[in-house]
């Protein structure tokens, strides 16, 4: 029954880890579904970082003929002076624009103040300061107000204007707006009641009224900047006041093409994509496009308005193309960092966005691909456990390694080939968690198997020594006790000299515990003797004398010869100790003993260690040929031998602790 007991322990032992390590890899499964779906802060810098290095890697690249940038460069400040110019000039040049055959015109840039050049406000304001009246009631009406004179441009033209919505904490609001709201219609699976989940503003900072009633078209160019401080993605729609309005790229394109009607298709109540005309746009939750910009050296198309307003530009040059305008001079408009340039104008993220959606070449996340990214956190956690659970760390490696590597390029092939975004991060770091969590617990149950096995066998050792030393002893009519009892003066002599400063670096634990366990086998060598001699019960002849001594050198031979059979493997520094012992533990310190008479420290500090146990318990024990001695007179022999068959420093020691030999004795008798 008991051999029954033992198997089915030892075979539940594997079975009880395999469970521990699916239990473990499936909890750490579970936690990161969990940073999956909730998507902390760190994770989600982590990815927005890994999609910035897909959209380097495959940046658009596809010519941009039907978006041009007129940019209000450096050269145009140089010839036509400090901006703001007078709007008489901007108005000459969106003029100029319209007459280059422009299908829309986006301004990315507001008119929210009167022109302070303006010859009516130069007037009132020389008049209000120093009282002095400028005569200028002979020029034309058009020449004292600059606004006047854009207001009628853009009134010429297929102009679209811009403002700005503020949000909380953004600033004061403009007065009455005309901001043209969008003709919107919602459709999806379900009835949608309620206003979208759009983006709300909660201000807006416009044009003068006069411009806005000059247009018929109006955006805005707010853009959605990420937690990074790097833009990915602008709005394309922001509700305000209950109605929804257009981004400066959207009414930009709607002007272009003529299109009056505006879609949201809607997924599970969140925004999926724009229709606008023949264009399907693909948005985020709330509605924003993440813009697939062009690479460093391959940029948009762009005029210098100092080339425009010079006439250097042939005609026609703009015929059926949507224009934007704004400035990428130092210290004017807006720069953006964004993944591919960390100083990009705003002009050319609203003309990038349009690219995107003329040419259909987005970068993509449907709604889908959260889950889609969640099942591949699931499935790498549950493969990769089982796999570790399974087969060796090499092996689990491999294949670990060739997984991410193909998830790698799954992902990569997607968003190069298809747009698609798929992050393998979360799926991937899951995988690497899974592996070093399980690879650790698997390395240390191995480590905990293989002390539990290095236990059990040094027991076994231990115990096969003392059954050796035991029928040794039995041989020669004494008892296991004698073994018992060495071991523990060995134990005792040795920790008190490793006390003494010549000896501490010797005797150290390790050391210790081998002159422990190797004064068993002390005496092994009297299986040589014959029975004639070991077990005769008076005084021996000077010839049996002779041969009983050779059990010194039988123990010493014994032990090499074991050490010899069974090669490398064994524990040497226990059978060096071993064979010392055997050889040299009838050795005296002046050089009187046997085998070969050495002296001093010639002799190892085992045997000298060995001698001093050997004789102390030989003399208190009794024999067929001798009565006990009592424990004092064992001790004052030993003081007197000092420097003679005992190391002065071991029988100094031994004088100290000679009580622990007392209690030792008695701990284990005859």
């Not at 399980?438 to 027991?459: D, I, P, S």
């Not at 190892?604 to 009592?630: F, H, Q, W």
Request: net charge neutral; with cysteine; glycine share 8%.
């Amino acid at each position: 029954m008991k051999d029954s007991a033992t198997r089915r322990t030892l075979l539940q032992r594997p079975t009880a880890g395999i469970g521990r390590l699916l239990l473990v890899g499936l909890a750490v499964t579970a936690l990161f579904a969990l940073l999956d779906v909730f998507q902390p802060e760190f994770f989600r810098l982590l990815d927005l970082r890994l999609y910035d290095s897909f959209l380097r890697r495959n940046p658009q690249v596809a010519p941009a003929a039907d978006v041009v940038v007129v940019d209000i460069d450096e050269e145009s400040l140089e010839r036509h002076g400090q901006w703001p110019w007078p709007r008489y000039r901007f108005a000459r040049l969106l003029r100029a624009i319209r007459e280059l055959g422009a299908a829309a015109v986006g301004l990315d840039m507001m008119f929210a103040e009167p022109d302070a050049t303006s010859l009516s406000v130069v007037r009132r304001t020389i008049e209000a300061e120093t009282g002095a009246v400028l005569p200028l009631e002979d020029l034309p009406p058009a020449l004292l107000d600059n606004d006047a004179v854009l207001a009628k441009a853009l009134g010429e033209g297929p102009f679209v204007l811009g403002y700005r919505f503020l949000f909380a904490g953004e600033g004061r609001t403009s007065g009455d707006c005309l901001l043209r709201p969008v003709n919107l219609a919602a459709v999806g699976a379900v009835e949608i009641a309620g206003p979208l989940p759009l983006h709300r503003a909660e201000g807006v900072v416009c044009n003068l009224p006069r411009l806005n009633e000059a247009v018929t078209a109006a955006g805005f160019f707010n853009v959605a900047i990420d937690t990074d401080g790097i833009l990915r993605r602008i709005p394309l729609l922001i509700e305000y006041g209950g109605r929804v309005y257009p981004s400066l790229a959207l009414a930009t394109l709607m002007k272009a093409e003529d299109i009056g009607l505006v879609t949201v298709r809607m997924d599970a109540g969140r925004p999926s994509e724009v229709a606008a005309g023949k264009h399907t746009i693909p948005v985020d939750a709330y509605g924003n496009l993440l813009i697939r910009y062009r690479g460093e050296g391959n940029p948009l198309p762009s005029i210098s308005a100092a080339d425009i307003l010079s006439g250097a530009v042939p005609a026609k040059s703009l015929e059926g193309r949507i224009v934007f305008v704004g400035t990428s001079a130092a210290g004017l408009g807006e720069r953006r960092a964004t993944p591919v340039n960390p100083f990009v104008p705003g002009v050319e993220i609203h003309a990038t966005a349009v690219q995107n959606i003329l040419q259909e070449n987005f970068a993509l996340r449907p709604s889908w691909i959260p889950g889609l990214e969640l099942l591949f956190v699931i499935a790498a956690g549950l493969l990769s456990t089982l796999l570790l659970v399974k087969t060796g760390a090499g092996v689990s490696f491999l294949a670990i390694i060739a997984g991410a590597a193909a998830l790698w390029l799954f992902s990569g092939g997607m968003f190069r080939f298809r747009g698609l975004f798929i992050s393998p991060l979360i799926p991937l770091i899951s995988v690497a968690a899974n592996f070093s969590v399980l690879t650790l617990l698997k390395f240390r149950r191995e480590e905990r198997t293989a002390k539990q096995r290095a236990r059990e066998l040094a027991l076994t050792k231990d115990f096969a020594i003392m059954c050796l030393a035991t029928l040794i002893e039995t041989r020669h009519r004494e008892t296991g006790s004698h073994i018992l009892r060495c071991q523990s003066y060995v134990m005792v002599l040795s920790r008190k000299l490793a006390t003494r400063l010549r000896y501490g670096a010797l005797l150290d634990e390790e050391t210790i515990d081998l002159l422990y366990k190797s004064s068993p086998l002390h005496d092994i060598g009297k299986v040589g003797i014959s029975d004639r001699v070991l077990l005769k019960p008076g005084k021996l002849t000077a010839e049996e004398y002779e041969e009983i001594k050779k059990h010194t050198t039988y123990g010493r031979d014994a032990i090499e010869r074991a050490e010899a059979r069974f090669g490398p493997g064994v524990n040497t520094s226990f059978l060096r100790t071993a064979k010392e012992m055997a050889y040299s533990h009838h050795e005296h310190w002046d050089g009187s003993g046997y085998p070969e008479g050495l002296a001093g420290e010639k002799i190892p500090l085992s045997g000298r260690i060995m001698a001093l146990a050997d004789v102390y318990d030989a003399m208190i024990t009794s024999r067929p040929y001798k009565n006990a001695l009592d424990h004092d007179e064992a001790v004052a022999f030993i003081s007197r031998q000092r420097g003679m068959i005992f190391d002065p420093d071991l029988a100094d020691a031994f004088l100290e602790i000679h009580e622990e030999f007392r209690r030792i004795a008695r701990k284990f008798p005859d």
